[in-house]
Structure formats: structure tokens, C-alpha cells
């Protein structure tokens, strides 16, 4: 059994072509006043901004993102419940940019502390050709006070009777 540590870099075949880029400074927590700290089934908004540098042509795009643990783990699934939800494809029109917003909810089973995020930003069916990708510097905070109580799903009766007993499991 072995365990896959993250070293730092998303794209499979390392950062290759120039025509696609990322900056931090376009990697946004749009959500919440307390930027980067989150805790369990909070909704959450991320906005990358991902850039087209080519002179000639847009490009099909796709774009994820990777939630790593301080022991350098993929901890995606741990993260949210559908990943589905952390990759997404636009078309950018040559010497343009796009931004996707990625709205997630964190899963209830996530583990309490900090995380890095890292974006990646690909062509459509050849990343071997046009990758780059970068971690964010803030951390993500996952926190919850020893009072706080998750409840995601309840079931019971539409309504009720006066003076009766009502069951919810």
C-alpha cells in the first residue's frame, strides 16, 4: 500500500506551453467575510481567473481544483461529497480571459485544520501539451467550535397535531 504525497505540482507532465496562466491574485474566496476559513456544510464560492495568451485562437479549457492536507494528501473527497463539483470547461477567446466561480459545499465529514489549494488550468484533451497550474499562499481554515452541532439531513413529518408526538430520524 503506498500513500501519494502532493509535491506542489497539478499538471501530470509538469507546467508545459505558455498560452494558458493563473495568477493568485485572481484565485478569490468570494463567500465569506472570514476570507479562507470555512467550516463544515458552509456554502462556499472560489473564482479563478484564467488567462488565454495566444495570439491565434481560444482554446477549450478545463479547470480543477485540489485541495491537499498538511501531509501533502489529496484530500478531495474528504472535502466535499461530490467532486464533480471542483472541475469545470470554458472556451477563452485568444488574448482573453474567463472566470469560473466554483460553488461548493464543504462536506460534513471534513477534518478540522489546514489545507492548500491548488488550480489547475489545461487544453480540453491535451494536457501533455498546454498545462499550468499553481498552489494559493493563504491557507484554508477548517474549523468548528466544540459546540457546533452538524446536522445534514433530518426526516419527520410535514406537520403535526397539537398535543402529539412527533418522531424525526
Known amino acids: 500500500l503506498y500513500n ?7 499538471c501530470e507532465y509538469g507546467k508545459v506551453g505558455s498560452d494558458l496562466t493563473l ?3 485572481y484565485i478569490e474566496d468570494t463567500s465569506s467575510e472570514d476570507e479562507w476559513n470555512w467550516k ?3 456554502k462556499v464560492s472560489i473564482d479563478v481567473r484564467v488567462s488565454n495568451e495566444n495570439d491565434d485562437s481560444k482554446i477549450s479549457t478545463t479547470v480543477e481544483l ?8 489529496d ?4 472535502f466535499v461529497d461530490d467532486e ?11 488574448n482573453s480571459h474567463e472566470t469560473l466561480t466554483f460553488d461548493l459545499e464543504i462536506s460534513p465529514n471534513v477534518n478540522i485544520g489546514d489545507y492548500t489549494l491548488y488550480v489547475k488550468a489545461y487544453k480540453d484533451g491535451d494536457e501533455e501539451i498546454q498545462c ?9 481554515v477548517i474549523d468548528k467550535e466544540n459546540q457546533d452541532v452538524v446536522i445534514s439531513n433530518i426526516e419527520g413529518p410535514d406537520s403535526a397535531s ?5 418522531e424525526f430520524k
Do not use: R, Y
Not at 66 to 73: P, T
Not at 75 to 78: H, P, V
Not at 84 to 94: C, F, Y
Not at 132 to 140: C, D, M, P, R
Open 4 to 10: 501519494v504525497i502532493f509535491a506542489g505540482q497539478f
Open 23 to 25: 495568477e493568485e491574485k
Open 40 to 42: 463544515p456544510l458552509d
Open 66 to 73: 485540489k485541495f491537499v492536507d498538511k501531509d501533502g494528501k
Open 75 to 78: 484530500a478531495n473527497s474528504d
Open 84 to 94: 464533480d463539483t471542483l472541475t469545470q470547461d470554458i472556451k477563452i477567446a485568444k
Open 132 to 140: 499550468t497550474s499553481l498552489s494559493v499562499a493563504k491557507k484554508i
Open 162 to 166: 397539537c398535543n402529539s408526538n412527533v
